[in-house]
């Protein structure tokens, strides 16, 4: 239940929800663009990259870890920022490793490495999203949606961009520093934040919070056809994303190229429309925004196939859905954000939130992992009319669902 009087949201507050998501997806950015692009310039294959690609799947995750996140309180430390300076320590602890191997010899450490770190985020990921949800008001879901979607993008520009630059030049050692002195930097933040007592809920059983995965989905607006939804609301583009960096790659992209394409000027792109989203959210209703972006994304799929005939003798055709693609989820991700916050309930804010983002992120990843191998048995084309196909299926659930959506 949300409180009579909603907490004033605070500078400090601000800052850390803002610095907590650019960090994660400055994580994120490292591991699914940066990593990518400089394993697969030492020599790796697509079957090597779509393992690491699949331990990208730990984020599912979140819905196990939460009632942990819940449960668990150090008070006179803080309920979430406990969480995000364990987090971050690991963080560290496994970028730190990354300076001491050779990841061709030594592979199986690398995973291992990669495991820690995917976990490591997963943890970090969980208590941001539940400090923002206990934070917002119904009224600032929207605004700190985009907000969020903005720094995260950000994000993508330091922990991509940035590291791939770095790497152009510098070799790994240094573009694995920028990381690491990032993690530095946030840790000394976390230390230094109060956190309010006033986000302390009453404490529940164990019992009570994995209770709660079953009657989420029994709720109004909350079931069968919502989970369906969100299980296949990220497969087309995770089915895209994960090849963006050998697709590119094998059309002649350098690594800054692609760090360019992918951590600059996409996230500048998404900065720009996002707000647009809270705009449209304003004047219309959730179904109407969400339904005509879902639409628009049908075509933006179609446009991949046509534009890999074209990148063949230009490739810098390809770029162009690409970019179209990230103004399409720059709308689409805050809407989906302020929805999922909408459904979950404030005396299980972290719980609620994570659950149904594990279910959208378990769609993404495994799309992600499969279509790199049918990238390998066939062509980037294949997992070009994949993606096209889901796309249309989503767009007619979600068209056939509205009225058990949004009573």
């Not at 998501?21 to 950015?29: G, L, Q």
């Not at 700190?144 to 903005?150: C, E, F, H, N, R």
């Not at 792109?269 to 209703?285: D, E, G, I, Q, W």
């Not at 809407?335 to 719980?351: A, F, G, H, I, R």
Request: net charge positive; proline share 3%; hydrophobic share 55%.
């Amino acid at each position: 239940m949300e409180s009579k009087i909603p907490y004033q949201l605070r500078y400090q507050d601000w800052a850390l929800l803002l610095t907590s998501t650019f960090f994660k997806f400055s994580i994120v950015a490292f591991y699914m663009i940066a990593l990518f692009a400089m394993l697969k310039d030492i020599g790796f294959d697509l079957t090597q990259l779509s393992w690491i690609y699949l331990l990208g799947i730990f984020e599912i995750g979140k819905f196990i870890i939460s009632p942990v996140i819940e449960y668990f309180r150090f008070e006179k430390f803080g309920k979430f920022r406990t969480w995000l300076f364990i987090s971050n320590f690991f963080v560290i602890f496994s970028i730190s490793l990354l300076y001491f191997i050779d990841p061709i010899q030594q592979y199986t450490l690398l995973l291992l490495i990669c495991l820690l770190l995917n976990f490591s985020s997963l943890i970090f990921g969980c208590a941001t999203l539940g400090l923002m949800c206990a934070f917002s008001s119904k009224k600032q879901y929207g605004i700190g949606s985009a907000v969020q979607v903005i720094a995260g993008r950000l994000g993508k520009i330091i922990g991509g961009a940035l590291v791939l630059f770095i790497y152009q030049y510098y070799g790994w050692n240094a573009a694995v520093s920028v990381m690491f002195i990032s993690s530095l930097l946030l840790a000394i933040q976390i230390l230094l934040y109060a956190e309010p007592k006033s986000l302390i809920q009453e404490k529940v059983t164990f019992g009570q919070l994995y209770k709660r995965f079953v009657l989420f989905w029994r709720q109004q607006n909350n079931g069968y056809q919502w989970f369906l939804i969100l299980f296949l609301i990220f497969i087309p583009s995770g089915a895209l994303v994960s090849t963006f960096v050998p697709s590119l790659s094998s059309l002649g992209w350098k690594s800054n190229e692609i760090g360019v394409l992918l951590s600059v000027v996409e996230p500048i792109l998404t900065v720009f429309f996002a707000p647009l989203s809270v705009l449209l959210l304003r004047r219309y209703s959730y179904f109407n925004v969400i339904f005509y972006i879902l639409l628009s994304q049908v075509l933006i799929f179609g446009l991949f196939s046509i534009s890999s005939h074209f990148s063949k003798e230009n490739y810098l055709f390809i770029a162009f859905p690409i970019l179209l693609l990230s103004i399409s989820y720059a709308l689409l991700v805050p809407c989906l954000l302020t929805l999922v916050l909408d459904k979950s309930d404030k005396n299980y804010p972290t719980l609620d939130s994570s659950l149904q983002f594990s279910i959208a992120l378990l769609g993404g990843y495994l799309s992600g992992f499969f279509s790199l191998r049918l990238a390998n048995i066939f062509n980037f084309e294949v997992v070009y009319y994949f993606s096209n196909t889901i796309s249309l299926i989503i767009l007619i659930l979600f068209f056939y669902s509205r009225k058990n959506l949004f009573k």
